[in-house]
């Protein structure tokens, strides 16, 4: 049995290489239920600084196999160097809607359903705070917050929506940029988020990083922010 830190990614979550993204997320879910600071299990087995590398570790390769891109970079890596094989390779397809949404039969305006609760949020155009924050160039953490909190919309409930820690959230919310992942992994999660809002995704994304990092979406300088997140080469 190979020590945890000898594991590949897959191994670390218990997933197949042909994982899908919401395997992905409930693995790594589970994982933090099982190592995680309240669990008891773990302060029996594990001392505080092996339980914090395993978190670290898990941390790492939820990130790498959650995005597309850094997955199919990842994968090839394993491949090359004999660990998996070209047949096991993930094959990203187009995503289908997560059920989260509902159409009114009688209207064009979305619902979002949030699970365990009786929450249905509807985009109307009695949103006007919402829609002037969306008309900015550039969004901060605390204007995804405001239009988070005019929804009526709990960071918990997102966070159990995209299985992303409540820690990361308040993060990106608070604008604590140097808490925040790279830009690439970063740009995942706000599209999550922003999704949960039943936002534009990717306008959402491309404004928060813009404000954050001072670059546009096409990589050239807007501004000069000085922040600690970190932009990953392609």
Do not use: W
Not at 42 to 53: L, Q, T, V
Not at 106 to 113: K, S, T, V
Not at 141 to 147: S, V
Not at 195 to 208: I, K, N, P, T
């Amino acid at each position: 049995m190979k020590y945890f830190e000898e594991q590949n990614y897959y191994e670390m979550l218990d997933l197949a290489p042909s994982a899908s993204s919401f395997d992905i997320r409930h693995a790594y879910r589970t994982a933090l239920q099982i190592y995680g600071d309240d669990s008891p299990a773990s302060y029996s087995f594990f001392s505080a600084d092996e339980r914090a590398g395993i978190l670290a570790g898990l941390e790492k390769a939820f990130l790498t196999l959650i995005n597309d891109e850094s997955r199919t970079e990842y994968d090839r890596s394993l491949i090359a160097a004999g660990l998996m094989q070209g047949s096991e390779q993930h094959r990203s397809r187009p995503k289908k809607p997560i059920p989260l949404f509902d159409l009114e039969e009688n209207g064009n305006a979305p619902a979002i359903l949030f699970p365990h609760t009786e929450k249905t949020i509807r985009l109307t155009d009695e949103h006007h705070a919402v829609r002037d924050i969306m008309s900015k160039e550039t969004l901060t953490g605390r204007d995804l917050k405001r239009i988070r909190t005019e929804l009526g919309i709990t960071l918990e409930q997102i966070a159990e929506i995209v299985k992303v820690r409540r820690g990361l959230l308040a993060a990106i919310e608070e604008d604590r940029h140097e808490e925040l992942p790279s830009a690439l992994h970063l740009k995942s999660f706000l599209k999550a988020y922003a999704e949960c809002l039943r936002l534009d995704a990717g306008e959402v994304a491309a404004r928060y990083l813009k404000a954050a990092t001072g670059r546009t979406p096409d990589g050239t300088r807007a501004g000069s922010a000085d922040d600690g997140i970190t932009e990953t080469k392609k």
